[in-house]
């Protein structure tokens, strides 16, 4: 992979992140028609640092709040029932089930699960998902109504997106709006529940890349994160405000479109579910490329 190709991708990754349509799906899409065949799970993992700084640097008042008053709440200065306080309990309760899944099933997830048949098919049944539970769910709860089984519940819908083709904010503003969250609630708990999840990931793949002789090239890896960056930044901006007013239609048919082209593409031979990458990673015993 060069410098174009990854700068290319930091680009999809910072377009397609915060949207409910699968950056990592994107990225594999990409990667594939590019001909460089799958960038890697860890590729993805570290330039989804880029774009998870951008929600820290738009939510930066959130989040130095949230943090300032749960630190708090230990210490006693403040009410162990502050809203802000329990929204950082219920973040680490939602942040538990993707940590133990992706251990657990990291294998499965940097090989087997990357294949663009379970990436077609993902992109269409939880498109549909997240069509019918905008269309039908009620939008009655805000954050401040969030409990510990809905931030169990976000964690789980989050842990999904360990499949490419799910999505992490459309598998959890998914699970929001099942849950009767608006859907500037459910997208902004969902920005703000990735933010221990990627950061965690995405540093656990750096330091797995180091040294790693099938690695994505650092040079390259880390300019798509920067560009991946900027991106994100101007797109979360304007996703805020479109779902103010607009509905994720959109999104779902743009889903279930792409994964029928891609069903399509495959069917044909004009692209293979398998990427020299994957086969690699099969292996070499599960090392991520």
């Known amino acids: 992979m060069g410098f174009f190709e990854a700068i290319l991708l930091g680009i999809i990754q910072g377009l397609t992140e915060f949207l409910p349509i699968s950056s990592s799906a994107h990225l ?8 460089i065949g799958d960038a890697g799970a860890s590729f993805t993992a570290i330039t989804q640092l880029g774009t998870e700084a951008a929600v820290v640097v738009f939510f930066w008042k959130d989040i130095v709040r949230i943090i300032g008053r749960w630190f708090r709440s230990l210490a006693g200065s403040v009410p162990r029932r502050d809203p802000d306080a329990l929204m950082g309990w219920w973040i680490i309760l939602g942040t538990v089930p993707i940590v133990l899944l992706g251990l657990l099933f990291e294998d499965a997830i940097d090989s087997t699960l990357r294949s663009l048949w379970f ?5 269409i049944v939880f498109g549909i998902l997240l069509g019918a539970a905008d269309r039908y769910a009620k939008q009655e709860r805000e954050l401040s109504q969030l409990n510990w089984k809905h931030g169990l519940l ?5 842990s999904l997106a360990l499949i490419p083709g799910v999505s992490r904010s459309g598998g959890t503003i998914t699970a929001g709006r099942l849950m009767g969250y608006t859907r500037e609630a459910a997208a902004r708990y969902s920005f703000l529940l990735a933010i221990p999840a ?13 040294g790693d002789p099938v690695a994505a090239p650092p040079g390259p890896t880390a300019a798509a994160t920067v560009v991946a960056f900027v991106v994100a930044l101007v797109v979360i901006g304007v996703f805020m405000r479109y779902i103010s007013r607009g509905s994720f239609m959109p ?3 743009y889903r279930v479109l792409l994964g029928l082209v891609i069903i399509v593409l495959l069917a044909t031979g004009t692209i293979d579910a398998e990427s020299g990458a994957t086969a690699a990673t099969a292996a070499s015993g599960g090392v991520t490329p």
């Open 119 to 123: 990436v077609a098919f993902a992109l």
């Open 154 to 158: 976000f964690g789980l819908a989050q």
């Open 28 to 35: 594999r899409i990409a990667s594939e028609l590019l001909g």
């Open 198 to 210: 990627v950061f965690g990931s995405g540093g656990y793949k750096l330091i797995k890349s180091i």
């Open 251 to 253: 999104f779902v048919v």
